[in-house]
């Protein structure tokens, strides 16, 4: 009888990968009855050159461009694929292949994608982020400390001008970005030109009674047209960011969007909205830190990363892989979670921390993420008890005892807001 499948072609456990070969590592458990090997081929198969069945004619040159199954420690598997299979500069073609048809395979029960090692020469076909972190600090004039901003609370339901209000009081307080949330876009209660205009306003006030720079992650996801014209409504009025839901967006209009911005001489704040849908489940889907780094690639300038403290799940390890993944030169490998990667030329991006944070908080962050981070308290200074400007006060307070090596009880001796925060919340962690 004919051999049927041939999977088994697609594993070599002694195969040593070519520095230019992209390297998968996932995580993957075989259905009952089959083998760990027998599970791997069928991954390294689906992903790149193979098929269900043997097939008859197949040029000789082929096997050149088989993915290959190269290390199993558990159920962690390494897979390794020729660099003739990715068209440069695409990333959708990319997640097509390595996280395309392979996690719908009755040959596996559960597969979750954590990392890739993207070999140089790919690389350099993403253009990345178009400011660096010392760049973004740089047209903010901020040094020293994290970048710090929140969302006026509840994410929605505000009027444009009840938002622009709340967001003077932020900025006032010392913050220097006020945010809108995921699922504020052109609503009708607050049309999107209305809050660019009215926040524009209000910012100026801010910026010249504080004589601090203050600008505004504003919402423009919608269509990829819809969002350019939104990014020229908000470049008109002075903004320095335009603010997009990533993942639901997609890949291909991020890219799109950072061709856009790049030419208004913006940059881009990615909130990560969906993604729970694919990388909470810790035995499936597709990992935090991977997602994090393609938007890197591809060329965001700051994504939402977790608190490992706050209301969303997310641990401290979690935060730390994705922290390196966006800051470091050169990311370092951490066994059965991160590979190895050199970045090139390729700038660096802020880790975003945002989720049920508060001034009582602000230390276990930092703690955390160190300085160069974009912190987002929102619920927590505007449920403070004397208002928004006390607890955007609280937190900077908060983030300068820290950064002085004082507890945040010695700085509530000298700083009103901080002692009345910490009366309320103290350092409790929400869920």
Same mark, same amino acid.
């Given at each position: 009888?004919?051999?049927?499948?041939?999977?088994?072609?697609?594993?070599?456990?002694?195969?040593? $990968?070519?520095?230019?070969? *992209? &390297?998968?590592?996932?995580?993957?458990? $075989?259905? &009952?009855?089959?083998s760990r090997k027998e599970s791997a081929g069928r991954i390294a198969s689906e992903s790149s050159t193979g098929t269900w069945t043997t097939l008859t004619n197949i040029p000789e040159r082929m096997k050149g461009l088989q993915a290959t199954a190269f290390e199993m420690d558990g159920n962690l598997l390494k897979v390794s694929y020729p660099l003739d299979l990715w068209e440069m500069g695409n990333i959708c073609q990319l997640l097509?292949? /390595? @996280?395309?048809? /392979?996690?719908?395979? %009755?040959?596996?029960?559960?597969?979750?994608?954590?990392?890739?090692r993207i070999p140089a020469k790919?690389?350099?076909?993403? %253009?990345g982020p178009n400011y660096s972190m010392k760049g973004i600090r740089r047209?903010?004039?901020?040094?020293?400390?994290?970048? =710090?901003?929140?969302?006026p609370k509840p994410k929605i339901g505000f009027s444009a001008l009840e938002h622009a209000k709340v967001?003077?009081?932020?900025?006032?307080?010392?913050?220097?970005?006020?945010?809108?949330d995921e699922n504020l876009s052109s609503l009708?209660?607050?049309?999107?030109? %209305?809050?660019?205009? *009215? *926040? #524009?306003?209000?910012?100026?006030?801010? +910026?010249?009674? =504080?004589?601090?720079? %203050?600008?505004?992650?504003?919402?423009?996801? @919608?269509?990829?047209?819809e969002m350019k014209r939104r990014a020229d409504i908000l470049h008109e009025n002075g903004f320095r960011y335009a603010m997009v839901d990533v993942v639901i967006v997609?890949? #291909?209009?991020?890219?799109?969007?950072?061709?856009?911005?790049?030419?208004l001489g913006m940059a881009i704040h990615a909130h990560r909205a969906m993604h729970a849908a694919f990388d909470r489940d810790p035995r499936h889907g597709i990992t935090m830190q991977f997602l994090a780094k393609t938007m890197r690639m591809i060329g965001v300038n700051q994504i939402h990363s977790g608190t490992a403290v706050g209301k969303l799940v997310g641990s401290k390890d979690e935060v730390l892989s994705i922290a390196d993944v966006l800051r470091e030169s050169i990311t370092r490998e951490r066994p059965g979670v991160l590979m190895e990667q050199d970045w090139g030329s390729i700038k660096s991006a802020f880790p975003v921390s945002s989720g049920g944070l508060h001034p009582g908080l602000v230390p276990d962050v930092m703690d955390i993420y160190g300085i160069d981070l974009v912190l987002l308290v929102s619920g927590g200074i505007h449920g403070h008890p004397n208002g928004t400007r006390a607890? @955007?006060?609280?937190?900077?307070?908060?983030?300068?005892?820290?950064?002085?090596?004082?507890?945040?009880?010695?700085?509530?001796?000298?700083? &009103? +807001?901080? #002692?009345?925060?910490?009366?309320?919340w103290g350092h409790h962690k929400p869920r």
């Amino acid at each position: 009888m004919a051999k049927i499948d041939w999977y088994d072609q697609f594993v070599d456990l002694d195969y040593t $990968p070519d520095r230019n070969e *992209l &390297q998968v590592l996932f995580h993957f458990e $075989p259905p &009952q009855g089959m083998s760990r090997k027998e599970s791997a081929g069928r991954i390294a198969s689906e992903s790149s050159t193979g098929t269900w069945t043997t097939l008859t004619n197949i040029p000789e040159r082929m096997k050149g461009l088989q993915a290959t199954a190269f290390e199993m420690d558990g159920n962690l598997l390494k897979v390794s694929y020729p660099l003739d299979l990715w068209e440069m500069g695409n990333i959708c073609q990319l997640l097509s292949g /390595i @996280a395309g048809n /392979i996690f719908g395979m %009755k040959g596996v029960d559960n597969l979750r994608l954590i990392d890739a090692r993207i070999p140089a020469k790919y690389l350099s076909s993403f %253009k990345g982020p178009n400011y660096s972190m010392k760049g973004i600090r740089r047209m903010m004039k901020i040094e020293g400390r994290p970048l =710090t901003g929140a969302v006026p609370k509840p994410k929605i339901g505000f009027s444009a001008l009840e938002h622009a209000k709340v967001g003077y009081e932020t900025w006032m307080g010392g913050f220097d970005f006020v945010k809108d949330d995921e699922n504020l876009s052109s609503l009708r209660f607050n049309k999107f030109e %209305k809050r660019v205009e *009215l *926040l #524009s306003r209000y910012r100026g006030r801010a +910026e010249d009674r =504080t004589g601090s720079i %203050k600008d505004a992650f504003i919402n423009i996801t @919608a269509d990829v047209d819809e969002m350019k014209r939104r990014a020229d409504i908000l470049h008109e009025n002075g903004f320095r960011y335009a603010m997009v839901d990533v993942v639901i967006v997609g890949h #291909s209009a991020v890219q799109s969007i950072r061709e856009h911005t790049r030419d208004l001489g913006m940059a881009i704040h990615a909130h990560r909205a969906m993604h729970a849908a694919f990388d909470r489940d810790p035995r499936h889907g597709i990992t935090m830190q991977f997602l994090a780094k393609t938007m890197r690639m591809i060329g965001v300038n700051q994504i939402h990363s977790g608190t490992a403290v706050g209301k969303l799940v997310g641990s401290k390890d979690e935060v730390l892989s994705i922290a390196d993944v966006l800051r470091e030169s050169i990311t370092r490998e951490r066994p059965g979670v991160l590979m190895e990667q050199d970045w090139g030329s390729i700038k660096s991006a802020f880790p975003v921390s945002s989720g049920g944070l508060h001034p009582g908080l602000v230390p276990d962050v930092m703690d955390i993420y160190g300085i160069d981070l974009v912190l987002l308290v929102s619920g927590g200074i505007h449920g403070h008890p004397n208002g928004t400007r006390a607890g @955007a006060k609280a937190t900077m307070q908060a983030v300068e005892a820290w950064m002085d090596g004082e507890t945040l009880e010695e700085r509530a001796r000298t700083g &009103q +807001e901080l #002692s009345k925060a910490l009366e309320k919340w103290g350092h409790h962690k929400p869920r």
